[in-house]
């Protein structure tokens, strides 16, 4: 070994042991707050049917269309500079309030303009204004949320993201047995909103300093370095959501719903890609110090992501049905077809979204721009395309071929502006375990649903540990908490 590796070494164990905990505290988070939101989705689907729960699917869908315009990619950018330290946080903090709360109000006026100019339906309109209105409290703590993700302070502000999520379940629960309309619920959904603010502000009271005093120079940098980032992030959410917009327009509230319960399920494991890149965004900022080391990050993500993603998809080919059944009820069955094809794209979502990330967090982000509206185009083209031919399954192959597009261009884009590049050989071996546990479920298909799933698991863990797949640094870390625990 040099010694120049030998001197690293240390160093970039304590990195991995830094990003690991990060992300098993964003995993926790995530798990938590996406289970919230499924037990929600369930109470409401069930509560309201399979069409009012579109009309409700489709508000928020049209509220999140506009979430890109609140922030326009300030957060992350802001994120990003307070990771590198260059300048003071109090200034960068306090413009980046005012920069958004503009920002939100344009997005708030823009949002109510469109849906009562475009929804022919009065309460789909109205709902969508009243479910619209929280970006202008999300732009007074969400820039807070940014300096503890660049000081990699990820319990506590994953603890007020759960407290929030936790504290909106309730009140919709209490509503939803009440007998609450459907306006009524979404009023509750928007005003659940305030929470996240006075846990914000009261857990923060004290450690941080804002001064919300205007800097011409200091708003004006941020949003040119986020505006690239920023028209990403409304085309990234029009080539994430404009496919239950176009089902509900093409076929109806009711397949609306069912999309969206299909959708859910895909929510709850891209949680996966979203807490490892998060927990890693401050270490890939610096890829312009330690190329090194960003390459060690990035390939460790995918292989790992990779790795998670491909048994889930195995599993909904077995499972989907009667995951649907058990959650959602018999009402929502049809949930199932769009449910398998969408958790194969989850996989090629996973890649692409590391590469993505990746983009931003070095400085890409008019090539991050043009990656997504390549997958934005190829998204609505397909849909406006496959939807009225095969209805909702047709809306999930249609996500998957823009997923696919999107990793092809963004890995491109990664290798050729930054100079990184990934090896296969983890990926394919991890295809022979899932091929195996493929194999193994259909073998055990006779025995029911469940168990045929549990024994493809077994076949896939198996298959996992005999071609030395396992996670290197969580089970170096797990070695060492037991060696401390014997230790001790």
């Not at 890409?364 to 395309?385: D, I, R, S």
Request: aromatic residues 8%.
């Amino acid at each position: 070994m040099r010694e120049g590796d030998s001197g690293r070494a240390p160093g970039r164990a304590r990195l991995a042991r830094r990003i690991l905990v990060g992300a098993g505290a964003l995993l926790a988070s995530n798990a938590a707050t996406t289970l919230t939101a499924m037990a929600s989705s369930m109470i409401l689907a069930r509560h309201l049917g399979a069409g009012d729960y579109g009309r409700y699917a489709l508000v928020f869908l049209y509220a999140s269309l506009f979430q890109g315009l609140a922030s326009f990619g300030v957060d992350e950018i802001l994120t990003r500079e307070l990771s590198r330290g260059t300048r003071g946080p109090e200034r960068l903090l306090g413009n980046a309030v005012l920069v958004r709360l503009a920002l939100s109000t344009a997005a708030v006026v823009s949002c109510g303009v469109v849906a009562h100019w475009g929804e022919s339906d009065p309460r789909v309109a109205w709902g969508t204004v009243v479910a619209v209105l929280p970006l202008l409290l999300s732009a007074l703590y969400v820039p807070l949320w940014s300096l503890l993700a660049a000081r990699m302070e990820y319990p506590l502000l994953e603890a007020i993201v759960v407290s929030s999520r936790f504290a909106e379940l309730a009140l919709l629960a209490a509503f939803a047995l009440a007998g609450a309309s459907f306006l009524a619920l979404v009023a509750v959904s928007a005003l659940a909103q305030g929470v996240p603010l006075v846990l914000t502000f009261l857990l923060l009271r004290g450690r941080v300093r804002l001064t919300l005093r205007y800097d011409g120079r200091t708003a004006k940098q941020l949003l040119a370095q986020a505006a690239p980032l920023g028209v990403a992030s409304v085309v990234a959410l029009v080539y994430g959501r404009v496919d239950g917009v176009l089902v509900a327009r093409l076929a109806g509230f009711e397949a609306a719903g069912l999309y969206s319960v299909a959708y859910k399920f895909l929510n709850l494991v891209l949680v996966l890609p979203h807490v490892v890149t998060t927990a890693a965004f401050p270490v890939l900022a610096k890829v312009d110090q330690d190329r090194a080391t960003v390459q060690l990050v990035f390939q460790r993500a995918f292989d790992y992501l990779i790795l998670a993603a491909l048994p889930l998809a195995v599993g909904a080919v077995f499972a989907a049905p009667a995951l649907v059944g058990a959650v959602y009820g018999r009402d929502f069955q049809e949930a199932a077809g769009p449910l398998r094809v969408l958790l194969w794209a989850a996989g090629f979502m996973f890649a692409a979204h590391t590469c993505r990330r990746l983009l931003v967090a070095g400085g890409q982000q008019t090539a991050h721009l043009l990656v997504l509206a390549v997958g934005a185009v190829t998204n609505v083209a397909l849909n406006l395309w496959w939807i009225p031919r095969w209805g909702i399954v047709g809306a999930a192959w249609a996500t998957l071929a823009a997923e696919v597009v999107v990793l092809a261009a963004s890995y491109a884009v990664v290798k050729r502006r930054l100079g990184l590049r990934l090896q296969w050989g983890f990926a394919l071996r991890a295809l022979v375990a899932a091929a195996g546990m493929g194999l193994a479920s259909a073998a055990a298909a006779p025995l029911g649903t469940w168990p045929a799933v549990a024994v493809g698991g077994c076949a896939y863990a198996l298959a996992v540990s005999w071609l030395g797949l396992w996670p290197r640094e969580p089970a170096a870390l797990l070695r060492e908490a037991g060696a401390k625990a014997g230790a001790s």
